[in-house]
């Protein structure tokens, strides 16, 4: 069975989660519930990314101890993934003791493999990236980012040999063993490469909220470097271990564009030095502003998942984020416009065309007990649907999201033509025979939906097939639920409820 390791960024513990963390999350859990019912086996981790400075100052101000402060927020973050119905296998934290095991290992191995030596180290250092700046990445003397001056920091650090380990990342790129995507990225990445870039610091002699360095305890590991190394420790870091073997390369690291470099530079040459495999796919999507500004506390225009759940339902929500702008580019959030997608697409879109269809087997083809009654089978659509189906698969696995509920949407949209076309309101008084191929194909078209659906919205895709009397679909795999025809004659099917009241 193919295996199919997804990882998304672990996310800062400093405040409670935000709709940029839930983006990446839910992207990849849509792909991570795709691989499943193609029939891969699939391991998807998430979690939070708890040490460093940053995170210390956080506990501070709050009035509480480090480890106090990243229990009450890693639980918001795994709250949240509850209610929008995340699938991961595990949610990690770097305060595991299994990831501080892996952090020691790793180093110690980076060590001894002559990657890591000590010197002084000065620099501008910004809490709010947790890195250091160069001069030339400041304006007007603050991180164009978190626009706060950067602090001088002079401290003894160990290094890593990042120089001599580059070129070896660079020809794993050019041959396409480590894919950066999507394509502009990637370029972004050779360009990084080509200005040439610098050894980095591993450790931080002042800083105390962190992992200890195996050979210096004086020293705690850097933040970033303790972070990247979640996605071996996850999984145990053991060369020999089960688990390590099945999943180590992750097939995609998904991330935003903002941390590319930490995953496509520093971590591929950091397991060259260990003498590991590097990720496959470094997957960067774009960065999105709010209704067209930039998402900061001080604009208060940070929108909060929670209350986009509490209006629309985790369903909808998943479905509206992604499908906001094209996946890997950056975008704009219009969440003015959320009910009025809400409204065209999931309750006039897939919502009013299920619930049409059901009605009407209920109502033409109604069985002895109450609900409808699948008729005998009919091809008319087995090539077109089928044509669907490549499109979306081609989609899902360039990891084109927003392509794959294009192909959804053009599935509802068909179904809808053929509707209006038969007028199965009139066939029932004119041709009682043509009317039974009409309702089955529209049932099947409805099934097919439900299938392409259930990455991005798994409850209403289940609901769906149990309205159409499927029990057994999540034994089967996608190459055989997307064939023409899964729908057998005789099939109990029932109306439902409305899956997408109108706002
Ligand atoms: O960087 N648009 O954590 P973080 C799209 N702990 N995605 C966004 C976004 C936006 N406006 N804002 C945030 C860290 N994101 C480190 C990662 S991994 C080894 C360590 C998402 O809490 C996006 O996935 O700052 C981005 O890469 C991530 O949140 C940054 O999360």
Redesign the pocket.
Known sequence: MPKFYIT?????VNDKP?I??A??TIAADVLARYHRLAGDEVYFLTGT?EHGSKIAEAAQAAGKSPKEFCDENAAKFQMLWDRLDISHNQFIRTTDELHIKGVEKFLGRLKEAGAIYDGEYEGLYCQGCERFLTEKELVNGKCPDHLTAPQLIKEKNYFFKLKEYLSKVAKLIDEGKIKIMPESRRSEVLGLIKQGLDDFSVSRESVKWGIELPFDRKQVAYV?VD??I??ISALGYDEDGEKFKKFWPADIHL??K??IK??ALYWPAMLIAAGLPAPKVVFA?????VDGQK?SKSLGNTIDPDALIDSFGAEAIRYLLLSQFPFGQDGDIKAGNFSIQYNADLANGVGNFTSRVLSMAEKYLSASGGGGVVPEKDYTFSDEVAGIWRQYKEAMDRFQIDAAIEMIKKLNGFGDGYVERQKPWELAKTDPEELKKVIYNLLEIARHLAIMLYPIMPETAERILSFLGQSDWKNRKLAELKDWGGLEPGTKVEKGANLFPRI
């Open positions: 998304t960024p672990i996310y800062y935000h940029g963390h983006y990446t990314d970033w972070a990247l979640n996605y991330m935003a903002d941390i930490f995953h999507h774009g960065f999105f502003t998402m």
